[in-house]
Structures are given as structure tokens and as C-alpha cells.
């Protein structure tokens, strides 16, 4: 912006730094989440289509089998090998490209970086939808993957930059409810399709992808960029006009001036704290500061990705990825792709509950409470897994209580890990590291989904030198959320009900074990000096002289 300055209002009333919340706060913020769609479609359709009998012939060569040969039967699937590469090789673009979103959002913004996202997607659906072999199949992959990083990590950044706090968790929950929603399309997808004995089997499912990358697209185009963006530009007359947008109120608004006063005195107080050096330094300012401080860029960063590392360590993406191979290789599920909807929709119809749970019981108690349920499913069916629901024991009632507990895994997950990880993961980080911290946690998401990826066809595989685990697969599991339930003990802070500013503060003074009872006492405002220092009133006007995208106050 070439010249000029915006008036701002400061209070010093922490409960007047923010609007009241709007029905377009909402609507804004529900469009964002649907980039979720994209993150559980994915996730969700390769399960299915990896057990197509069209696809297998297609990918191996072998015929389909007569259902009385046995033998024929077991050996009709994708190698471990194959299973692993096409199922892993999204995982790896998406860690990179989750990486290189960070910067990408800080140089064109959040929303621009999100579109581009789309139509780097639409390019590997393409080769996806045209591939009839995997030498076409993975590239595409990959390239899908790389526009997958970039949105699940931008969505979830935006969501939290926009998001009034009196809401945000239940808004970025939204997150994994798309998620949710698009895992439980792609199942319903798959098993229409499944039986068709040419290549629409596997096609059709794989094309509905672009009507995603479509709406999401042209949705952004007409929603307002994250103010905090502008306001790391020293672009302060945007980031009123956006913020006053996705808060439903006029620019003039005290609740405007107020809500942007506190975020630039934010942002003035972290640069003071944070170096501002070359490119190489901006990355590692993200590792800066003491292990043992709660509030220093480290210890953010270890939250961040060890939060993301813990969620897919509980297991549940290998029963969305692996759910039908998995249920298949028992022997005593006679409808796999049934029992994979079923988990799909069991994991859609109990994420809402977050939407409540998130904002009254609080981020870090739904996270160590849904370990513990989690930590008790994962062990009873694999204890069950290996006495009385072992093969040839012939026992339907303990295959459908196994199926139950398996419900009852996803029901804590879907309530719990599943959406708090993505709600912290958008509160931790300071405005000059937050595009970068949430690139790093997004990718640690990626990266550990990969390692599952890669690794899962070999623990439950039948083939002589696969692992073969079956039901036991569920005590690692249930020992790795063990660890999950450890972590989130020692490490997570509360952040319900407080704004992305507050966050910083309530690091800065407290630990997590005592964050719950942390309450804001002064406002970043007031003490970088943006209000009235007579005292008469609690909301006073300054003016931050904005020229060449500098500011000075």
C-alpha cells in the first residue's frame, strides 16, 4: 500500500477484543472446511478399489478366480509391494507439499495458495482417472498428494486465522468432519461401483474428485483473505476491510478496531521477540528457544508435529486405508466393503459431537480421555482377535463384538483426535512462524500416514515373509496410544475460549497441566501501548502510520 494510515482502536478489556460472533463467521469458515473432502476422499477410496477384482486383474494380470478355488482366491491381491507404493506415494507428496505451503501462503496468501492447491490436484486426478498401470498411477498420486499438502495445511491455517475464538474449535472441527464426510462418499462410491468389470470400477470413483477441487476453487475466489496475513505484510487497511468482512460488521466497528489492534500489537510484540533474518533463518526461528520454555518456537514446534504424529499413530487411517484387505485377510467377514461403510459412517455421525465438546470440555481433556477409550477398544479386540474370533473358531458373535469395538476405536477417535489435533495444531503457533509451524505439524500428519502406509500391507499381510499379524495388529495400536494418552498429559496446553494472542500469552505463564486454569488479564494492546494512557476510558484511538508496507507505532 503506497502511503496512508488506518486509525485503530485499543482496549484494554480482554473480553472486547473480538466481534461477536456472526452467522457469516460460520458460513466463511464452513465453505473453508469443505478442503477436508479432499483429505478423507483420498483417504477413503484406495481402500476399496485396491480389493475391486477389475482392478486387481487390471494392475496384476491374474483372472479372477472361481470362488471355489481357495488357493486362486488368497493369492487374487496387489503384492504387499504394490499395496504399499500406491498407497504411501500420496502420503509423500503431501509431506512435501504441506512443507512448501508455509512459505507459498506468506508470499500469495492463504487464499491463493489454496487454490493453487486445487489445480495441482486436478493434474494428478487426471493421471489417476487415465492410469492403467501403476507407472501412471503413482506420478499421479504423487501430484495429487502435492496439492493435498498444500490445502490440508493452508484450510486448517485460514480456518484458525479467521475463526472467532468463542468458536473456533468448533469451526475448525469442521475440518475433520469433512474429512469424515469425504471418506464416507468415497466408501459409498467404491461399492457402487465395485462390481462393474471394466475400468469405470475403479475410474468413476477416482473422477468425482475433480467436482472437489472445482467448488472449493471457485468458492475461494469470492471470500475475503485471513487479516493476520495482511497484517504480516504491514497491509493494515486490508486487513480492517478483511476482517471487517468475515466479522459481519463495519469497518468503523470499535469491535473491528479493537479485535485489529490487538492483532497488530501481537504481531509488533512477537517480532520484538523474534528475529527477522534471512529465509534459512525464518525456518529456523521455528526451532528457536529453550526445551524446557512452554512458550519458546521449539517447544511450539514439537507440539505441533508431535500432536500430528500422535493422531496418526492411533491407527485409524490403517482402517480406512487398509479396512477391506484387512476384514477380507479374517476370513469371517463375508462383506467387507459393508463393514468399511459402516466405520466410515460411524466416523461421519459421531465427529459433530466435537462440534459441542470441543469449546465446553476443552481441547486437552477430550484428547486424554480419548486415548484412554481408544487404548481399551484397540486392546479388547485384539484380545478377542486372538481366542475366540480367530478363524476356525467359526464364532460370529465375537467377529461382530470385534467389529463393535472397532466402531467403538473410531467413536472416540472421531470425537476426540481426530478433530482437537487440527484445532491446536491452528492456536500454537505466533503470527511470524504460524504458515511455517502448521506447514511442519500438516507434513508430520503426512509423513507418520506415509510410515502407515508403507509399512501396514507388511504387518497384515499373508504372504511368506509378511508379518501376518491379523488381529493383533490392534495391541500395537493400542501400545502406540498409550503413548498418545502420555503426551497429551505432559505437553498439551488448554486453549478453549481464548484468541490466537491469548494463546501466546497463556504460554508464556503457565504449563499444560496448569493451562486450564489460566484467565487473561491484560491485553497486547494496552501493554504495547494502543490505548489511552489517561485511563479514562478502556478504548482509546491510535494511528499506525502505514507507508511502503511499513508500519511504525
Given at each position: 500500500?503506497?502511503?496512508?494510515?488506518v486509525?485503530?482502536?485499543?482496549?484494554t478489556?480482554?473480553?472486547?477484543?473480538?466481534?461477536?460472533?456472526?452467522?457469516k463467521?460460520?458460513?466463511?469458515?464452513?465453505?473453508?472446511a469443505?478442503?477436508?473432502?479432499f483429505?478423507?476422499?483420498?483417504?477413503?477410496?484406495?481402500s476399496?478399489?485396491?480389493?475391486?477384482?477389475?482392478?486387481?486383474?487390471?494392475?496384476?494380470?491374474?483372472?479372477?478366480?472361481?470362488?471355489?478355488?481357495?488357493?486362486?482366491?488368497?493369492?487374487?491381491?496387489?503384492?504387499?509391494?504394490?499395496?504399499?507404493?500406491?498407497?504411501?506415494?500420496?502420503?509423500?507428496?503431501t509431506?512435501?507439499?504441506?512443507?512448501?505451503?508455509?512459505?507459498?501462503?506468506?508470499?500469495?496468501?492463504?487464499?491463493?495458495?489454496?487454490?493453487?492447491?486445487?489445480?495441482?490436484?486436478?493434474?494428478?486426478?487426471?493421471?489417476?482417472?487415465?492410469?492403467?498401470?501403476?507407472?501412471?498411477?503413482?506420478?499421479?498420486?504423487?501430484?495429487?498428494?502435492?496439492?493435498?499438502g498444500?490445502?490440508?495445511?493452508?484450510?486448517i491455517?485460514?480456518?484458525?486465522?479467521?475463526?472467532?475464538?468463542?468458536?473456533?474449535?468448533?469451526?475448525?472441527?469442521?475440518?475433520?468432519?469433512?474429512?469424515?464426510?469425504?471418506?464416507?462418499?468415497?466408501?459409498?462410491?467404491?461399492?457402487?461401483?465395485?462390481?462393474?468389470?471394466?475400468?469405470?470400477?475403479?475410474?468413476?470413483?477416482?473422477?468425482?474428485?475433480?467436482?472437489?477441487?472445482?467448488?472449493?476453487?471457485?468458492?475461494?475466489?469470492?471470500?475475503?483473505?485471513?487479516?493476520?496475513y495482511?497484517?504480516?505484510?504491514?497491509?493494515?487497511?486490508?486487513?480492517?476491510?478483511?476482517?471487517?468482512?468475515?466479522?459481519?460488521?463495519?469497518?468503523?466497528?470499535?469491535?473491528?478496531?479493537?479485535?485489529?489492534?490487538?492483532?497488530?500489537?501481537?504481531?509488533?510484540?512477537?517480532?520484538?521477540v523474534?528475529?527477522?533474518?534471512?529465509?534459512?533463518g525464518?525456518?529456523?526461528?521455528?526451532?528457536?528457544?529453550?526445551?524446557?520454555?512452554?512458550?519458546?518456537?521449539?517447544?511450539?514446534?514439537?507440539?505441533?508435529?508431535?500432536?500430528?504424529?500422535?493422531?496418526?499413530?492411533?491407527?485409524?487411517?490403517?482402517?480406512?486405508?487398509?479396512?477391506?484387505?484387512?476384514?477380507?485377510?479374517?476370513?469371517t467377514?463375508?462383506?467387507?466393503?459393508?463393514?468399511?461403510?459402516?466405520?466410515?459412517?460411524?466416523?461421519?455421525?459421531?465427529t459433530?459431537?466435537a462440534?459441542?465438546?470441543?469449546?465446553?470440555?476443552?481441547?486437552?481433556?477430550?484428547?486424554?480421555?480419548?486415548?484412554?477409550?481408544?487404548?481399551?477398544?484397540?486392546?479388547?479386540?485384539?484380545?478377542i482377535?486372538?481366542?475366540?474370533?480367530?478363524?476356525?473358531?467359526?464364532?460370529?458373535?465375537?467377529?461382530?463384538?470385534?467389529?463393535?469395538?472397532?466402531?467403538?476405536?473410531?467413536?472416540f477417535?472421531?470425537?476426540?483426535?481426530?478433530?482437537?489435533?487440527?484445532?491446536?495444531?491452528?492456536?500454537?503457533?505466533?503470527?511470524?512462524?504460524?504458515?511455517?509451524?502448521?506447514?511442519l505439524?500438516?507434513?508430520?500428519?503426512?509423513?507418520?500416514?506415509?510410515?502407515?502406509?508403507?509399512?501396514?500391507?507388511?504387518?497384515?499381510?499373508?504372504?511368506?515373509?509378511?508379518?501376518?499379524?491379523?488381529?493383533?495388529?490392534?495391541?500395537?495400536?493400542?501400545?502406540?496410544?498409550?503413548?498418545?494418552?502420555?503426551?497429551?498429559?505432559?505437553?498439551v496446553?488448554?486453549?478453549?475460549?481464548?484468541?490466537?494472542?491469548?494463546?501466546?500469552?497463556?504460554?508464556?505463564?503457565?504449563?499444560?497441566?496448569?493451562?486450564?486454569?489460566?484467565?487473561?488479564?491484560?491485553?497486547?494492546?494496552?501493554?504495547?501501548?494502543l490505548?489511552?494512557?489517561?485511563?479514562?476510558?478502556?478504548?482509546?484511538?491510535?494511528?499506525?502510520?502505514?507507508?511502503?508496507?511499513?508500519?511504525?507505532?
Amino acid at each position: 500500500m503506497g502511503g496512508g494510515g488506518v486509525a485503530i482502536h485499543g482496549t484494554t478489556d480482554v473480553g472486547r477484543i473480538e466481534a461477536p460472533v456472526t452467522l457469516k463467521a460460520y458460513l466463511v469458515c464452513a465453505f473453508a472446511a469443505f478442503g477436508g473432502i479432499f483429505f478423507g476422499y483420498d483417504t477413503g477410496w484406495m481402500s476399496g478399489v485396491l480389493a475391486m477384482p477389475y482392478f486387481i486383474t487390471q494392475y496384476t494380470g491374474l483372472p479372477k478366480p472361481a470362488a471355489s478355488d481357495t488357493a486362486a482366491v488368497n493369492a487374487f491381491h496387489l503384492t504387499a509391494q504394490d499395496q504399499s507404493l500406491t498407497t504411501s506415494i500420496l502420503s509423500a507428496g503431501t509431506f512435501f507439499g504441506a512443507i512448501a505451503a508455509g512459505d507459498i501462503a506468506d508470499f500469495i496468501g492463504r487464499r491463493m495458495t489454496i487454490i493453487v492447491g486445487c489445480g495441482v490436484f486436478t493434474v494428478g486426478c487426471i493421471l489417476e482417472t487415465a492410469s492403467t498401470s501403476l507407472g501412471v498411477m503413482v506420478p499421479g498420486r504423487f501430484i495429487a498428494g502435492l496439492g493435498v499438502g498444500f490445502i490440508s495445511a493452508i484450510v486448517i491455517l485460514y480456518m484458525s486465522e479467521i475463526a472467532p475464538r468463542k468458536v473456533r474449535g468448533a469451526l475448525v472441527s469442521g475440518y475433520q468432519f469433512c474429512i469424515t464426510i469425504g471418506i464416507l462418499i468415497a466408501n459409498g462410491a467404491v461399492y457402487g461401483t465395485k462390481q462393474r468389470n471394466d475400468s469405470g470400477s475403479y475410474r468413476i470413483p477416482i473422477a468425482i474428485q475433480f467436482a472437489w477441487a472445482l467448488v472449493l476453487a471457485i468458492g475461494l475466489v469470492f471470500l475475503p483473505e485471513s487479516p493476520r496475513y495482511f497484517v504480516k505484510k504491514g497491509r493494515f487497511e486490508e486487513a480492517a476491510k478483511a476482517l471487517a468482512s468475515v466479522r459481519g460488521q463495519p469497518i468503523d466497528s470499535e469491535y473491528i478496531q479493537d479485535e485489529l489492534a490487538e492483532i497488530v500489537a501481537n504481531f509488533e510484540y512477537e517480532q520484538s521477540v523474534i528475529p527477522q533474518t534471512s529465509y534459512i533463518g525464518g525456518w529456523t526461528n521455528c526451532f528457536s528457544g529453550s526445551l524446557s520454555d512452554g512458550s519458546s518456537n521449539l517447544r511450539r514446534s514439537i507440539l505441533g508435529i508431535m500432536m500430528q504424529m500422535m493422531q496418526q499413530l492411533t491407527g485409524i487411517n490403517f482402517i480406512f486405508y487398509f479396512g477391506n484387505v484387512f476384514f477380507t485377510s479374517l476370513g469371517t467377514i463375508h462383506n467387507p466393503f459393508l463393514i468399511s461403510i459402516l466405520t466410515a459412517l460411524v466416523n461421519t455421525v459421531c465427529t459433530p459431537v466435537a462440534f459441542w465438546a470441543v469449546d465446553k470440555i476443552g481441547r486437552r481433556s477430550l484428547l486424554i480421555w480419548g486415548a484412554v477409550g481408544m487404548i481399551v477398544s484397540q486392546l479388547i479386540v485384539g484380545v478377542i482377535g486372538v481366542t475366540a474370533g480367530r478363524l476356525e473358531k467359526h464364532n460370529n458373535s465375537a467377529v461382530s463384538a470385534m467389529i463393535a469395538f472397532i466402531c467403538f476405536n473410531i467413536a472416540f477417535f472421531s470425537v476426540t483426535w481426530g478433530p482437537v489435533a487440527w484445532v491446536v495444531v491452528g492456536e500454537v503457533f505466533p503470527i511470524p512462524i504460524r504458515s511455517r509451524g502448521v506447514g511442519l505439524a500438516t507434513s508430520s500428519n503426512w509423513f507418520w500416514n506415509c510410515i502407515i502406509g508403507v509399512i501396514t500391507p507388511y504387518l497384515v499381510g499373508t504372504e511368506k515373509h509378511d508379518a501376518n499379524l491379523g488381529a493383533k495388529v490392534f495391541f500395537m495400536w493400542g501400545g502406540l496410544c498409550c503413548i498418545s494418552l502420555t503426551f497429551a498429559y505432559f505437553l498439551v496446553p488448554e486453549t478453549k475460549g481464548l484468541s490466537l494472542e491469548q494463546v501466546d500469552r497463556m504460554l508464556e505463564e503457565t504449563s499444560p497441566r496448569t493451562s486450564s486454569k489460566w484467565v487473561p488479564h491484560s491485553t497486547f494492546a494496552a501493554d504495547m501501548g494502543l490505548v489511552n494512557k489517561g485511563g479514562n476510558s478502556t478504548s482509546a484511538e491510535e494511528t499506525i502510520e502505514v507507508s511502503n508496507e511499513k508500519s511504525m507505532v
